[in-house]
């Protein structure tokens, strides 16, 4: 008799993941800072953001990814220069009511 193992429920597994990254794309004062800056001006050079938050391109560059790869921001190129701008469904379906507020644009 061979005994059964229990079975993982892989929505759960993925879905646990997508949130864990999300989560911690948020869990930085740098993350933060580039979303509310964003959110400030709808629409954000990565040439402004470096000079506006002090970092150097490659540190920036990083934490750029680390939202892009949440997808809690979205890029367009537009000759040499990135523009960034808030994922809102994302953010919204995120964060609590009075969070929320704070990444709202409408």
Known sequence: MQKELPLTDVSFTHTFSTYEKKFKALADQKRLHILQEITKHG????????????????????????????ALIEKETRGTWSYY????QQM?????EELCCLFRSD
């Open 43 to 70: 629409e954000v050079c990565v040439c402004d953001l470096s000079e506006k938050l002090q970092l150097p391109q490659s540190k920036l560059s990083y934490h750029l990814k680390i939202l892009m790869d949440a």
């Open 85 to 88: 701008t808030l994922n809102h």
């Open 92 to 96: 919204n379906h995120l964060l609590s």
